[in-house]
């Protein structure tokens, strides 16, 4: 009997050629484009023309870094969608929409398949990622006529974060059998237990360093110079008019930051390996 | 002769459920081999443990001299197969789909194009090869899935309904295409419900219930054994002595 080896990294490759194709002829390709490009234009309009006075009196210096620091708060959102757009049910479609039948029956590793995708997702997030800066860029470039330093860094650590969210994505996939329930899992995990327990944390005076939505800050901080410090700052009270309230501003580390986006990276993707390989098309 | 396939003590329980019960069965190499039986009598979890879609609790499967269990990615490039109702990714082409099989079964770019172009010519799709399969009948999905079954031309065929889906023009066809593949020596592994089907393309017969295998010889045997050539005959007379 003639036996065949086949290539696993050729079947990655090939993996991820045909989730790019697909993604691009997907309808959630062209939401994405059109919230990403849409969102920095509005950011400019309000921030320039319509809430202009608001934000002079939030921010003492509304020169060219915190322009751009207002830019780049959203993109954490934006990458949340992102995630829940092209990563939310990359591990259960093929088990619901039953093409797991015909494509499983090929001599795959479902390792390969998993890596090809999780490449894939982040290649259309990151272009997504990078649209996004270069908009925002061009705004900052059309107020200041220059683009605050350490831009492209910022970029880079809005990608290993936006990464990170990805493989915590594909873990929740690898448990659920429904995108329904894996992207709900995905939601709650971040906009409600890691959100709160942040809250609470920082009420506390106590640095949420695990987390990584806290670890994120660093996407916004960079553009300081010098990298600020823990601090306590007043800001005109939103509640009541003339006042002012205080807020303790923990700043997380950058290198420490860093660590926690590759920590989720490597762990979501291993607990991803884990059961994705289990599971089972009954 | 020597068996194509060989199925032994194999068994898959979910929970308190037992949908293949210590199933033994031998398909000699280049037989159209029947697999029938009622609903759930275990035909679609024995060809999903074959195609290695789930895990069985115990037992042992060969394709030749291969262990279908313990080296299921040789064993997959053994078979072609259709299981359950196929579907694809709508976004990509009959061609596109073939071209992504083809190159996750390692096969070289030229042997998929040709490949491709014959196989969907043979299941009546050559003129869809570029049309996204979203805008696809449930009968044209099937066709494909015969297709990609056909495409790196393997020498075992594992065909769970493959007939499901097509008017009756589209299953005449198809079973042409299945008694021409029986006349290249290739061995077919056919799970139906449809017993003219199975009479008109197999010689070798398996009767399954309750996971269990009620009987399993050629046709001629079976016949001769029940004084009959009727197989629905034999069919239901084997199904109800097994209920009792």
């Given at each position: 009997?003639?036996?065949?080896?086949?290539?696993?990294t050729?079947?990655?490759?090939?993996?991820?050629?045909?989730?790019?194709?697909?993604?691009?002829?997907?309808?959630?390709?062209?939401?994405?484009?059109?919230?990403?490009?849409?969102?920095?234009?509005?950011?400019?309009l309000?921030?320039?023309?319509?809430?202009?006075s608001?934000?002079?009196?939030?921010?003492?210096?509304?020169?060219?870094v915190?322009?751009?620091q207002?830019?780049?708060?959203?993109?954490?959102?934006?990458?949340?969608?992102?995630?829940?757009?092209?990563?939310g049910?990359?591990?259960?479609?093929?088990?619901?929409?039953?093409?797991?039948?015909?494509?499983?029956?090929n001599?795959?590793?479902?390792?390969?398949?998993?890596?090809?995708?999780?490449?894939?997702?982040?290649?259309?997030?990151?272009s997504?990622?990078i649209?996004?800066?270069?908009?925002?860029?061009?705004?900052?470039?059309a107020?200041?006529?220059?683009?605050?330093?350490?831009?492209?860094?910022?970029l880079?650590?809005?990608?290993?974060?936006?990464?990170?969210?990805?493989?915590?994505?594909?873990?929740?996939?690898?448990?659920?059998?429904?995108?329904?329930?894996?992207?709900?899992?995905?939601?709650?995990?971040?906009?409600?237990?890691?959100?709160?327990?942040?809250?609470?944390?920082?009420?506390?005076?106590?640095?949420?360093?695990?987390?990584?939505?806290?670890?994120?800050?660093?996407?916004?901080?960079?553009?300081?110079?010098?990298?600020?410090?823990?601090?306590?700052i007043?800001?005109?009270?939103?509640?009541?008019?003339?006042q002012?309230?205080?807020?303790?501003?923990?700043?997380?580390?950058?290198?420490?930051?860093?660590?926690?986006?590759?920590?989720?990276?490597?762990?979501?993707?291993?607990?991803?390996?884990?059961?994705?390989?289990?599971?089972?098309?009954? | 002769?020597?068996?194509?396939i060989?199925?032994?003590?194999?068994?898959?329980?979910?929970?308190?459920?037992?949908?293949?019960?210590?199933?033994?069965?031998?398909v000699?190499?280049?037989?159209?081999?029947?697999?029938?039986?009622?609903?759930?009598?275990?035909?679609?979890?024995?060809?999903?443990?074959?195609?290695?879609?789930?895990?069985?609790?115990?037992?042992?499967?060969?394709?030749?001299?291969?262990?279908?269990?313990?080296?299921?990615?040789?064993?997959?490039?053994?078979?072609?197969?259709?299981?359950e109702s196929?579907?694809?990714?709508?976004?990509?082409?009959?061609?596109?789909?073939?071209?992504?099989?083809?190159?996750?079964?390692?096969?070289n770019?030229?042997?998929?194009?040709?490949?491709?172009?014959?196989?969907?010519?043979?299941?009546?799709?050559?003129n869809?090869?570029?049309?996204?399969?979203?805008?696809?009948?449930?009968?044209?999905?099937?066709?494909?899935?015969?297709?990609?079954?056909?495409?790196?031309?393997?020498?075992?065929?594992?065909?769970?309904?493959p007939?499901?889906?097509?008017?009756?023009?589209?299953?005449?066809?198809i079973?042409?295409?299945?008694?021409?593949?029986?006349?290249?020596?290739?061995?077919?592994?056919?799970?139906?419900?449809?017993?003219?089907?199975?009479?008109?393309?197999?010689?070798t017969?398996?009767?399954?219930?309750?996971?269990?295998v009620?009987?399993?010889?050629?046709?001629k045997?079976?016949?001769?054994?029940?004084?009959?050539?009727?197989?629905?005959e034999?069919?239901?007379?084997?199904?109800?002595?097994?209920?009792?």
């Amino acid at each position: 009997m003639k036996r065949t080896k086949i290539n696993r990294t050729k079947q990655f490759q090939d993996v991820i050629k045909f989730e790019l194709i697909k993604f691009l002829r997907s309808r959630k390709i062209r939401a994405a484009l059109i919230l990403t490009a849409i969102v920095p234009l509005l950011i400019y309009l309000l921030t320039n023309f319509l809430l202009d006075s608001f934000i002079s009196q939030i921010y003492s210096d509304s020169g060219i870094v915190n322009d751009y620091q207002i830019f780049v708060n959203f993109i954490l959102t934006l990458s949340l969608v992102n995630v829940i757009m092209f990563g939310g049910d990359s591990l259960t479609n093929d088990f619901e929409n039953k093409t797991g039948y015909t494509l499983f029956i090929n001599p795959i590793s479902r390792t390969s398949f998993l890596f090809g995708k999780f490449v894939a997702a982040s290649i259309a997030i990151i272009s997504f990622n990078i649209l996004f800066y270069v908009l925002a860029s061009i705004f900052s470039y059309a107020k200041h006529s220059a683009i605050p330093e350490n831009a492209l860094l910022s970029l880079v650590f809005a990608s290993l974060f936006s990464i990170g969210l990805l493989s915590t994505s594909f873990a929740l996939s690898s448990l659920f059998k429904r995108s329904n329930m894996s992207n709900i899992a995905f939601i709650f995990l971040w906009f409600i237990v890691v959100g709160l327990v942040e809250y609470f944390l920082v009420l506390a005076e106590i640095k949420p360093w695990w987390s990584l939505t806290y670890a994120a800050g660093i996407i916004i901080y960079i553009f300081e110079v010098p990298y600020p410090k823990d601090s306590v700052i007043d800001i005109p009270s939103l509640l009541i008019p003339g006042q002012s309230q205080t807020i303790v501003n923990l700043i997380p580390e950058v290198n420490l930051s860093i660590g926690v986006f590759l920590m989720y990276i490597i762990v979501g993707l291993m607990i991803s390996v884990l059961f994705y390989k289990r599971k089972q098309l009954n | 002769m020597s068996n194509a396939i060989s199925i032994k003590c194999l068994t898959k329980t979910f929970g308190d459920i037992t949908a293949v019960d210590n199933l033994t069965l031998d398909v000699p190499k280049g037989s159209a081999f029947a697999f029938l039986g009622p609903n759930g009598a275990g035909k679609s979890t024995t060809l999903k443990i074959l195609t290695s879609l789930i895990k069985p609790t115990s037992g042992e499967a060969h394709f030749f001299n291969i262990d279908a269990l313990e080296e299921p990615h040789e064993a997959l490039l053994q078979i072609g197969a259709v299981v359950e109702s196929a579907e694809f990714y709508p976004s990509l082409t009959p061609s596109e789909t073939l071209d992504y099989f083809g190159r996750l079964r390692g096969m070289n770019s030229d042997k998929i194009s040709r490949n491709s172009n014959k196989f969907l010519k043979l299941v009546g799709l050559g003129n869809w090869s570029d049309k996204k399969i979203g805008t696809f009948s449930r009968g044209m999905k099937q066709r494909l899935a015969i297709a990609q079954a056909l495409l790196h031309e393997p020498p075992i065929l594992l065909l769970d309904e493959p007939t499901f889906g097509l008017d009756p023009r589209g299953m005449v066809e198809i079973r042409n295409v299945f008694k021409d593949l029986t006349k290249e020596g290739k061995t077919i592994f056919f799970s139906s419900h449809l017993i003219g089907e199975i009479e008109e393309i197999c010689d070798t017969l398996a009767i399954i219930d309750k996971g269990q295998v009620l009987f399993s010889d050629t046709m001629k045997n079976l016949m001769k054994e029940f004084k009959t050539d009727d197989l629905e005959e034999i069919y239901l007379k084997t199904i109800t002595e097994s209920v009792r």
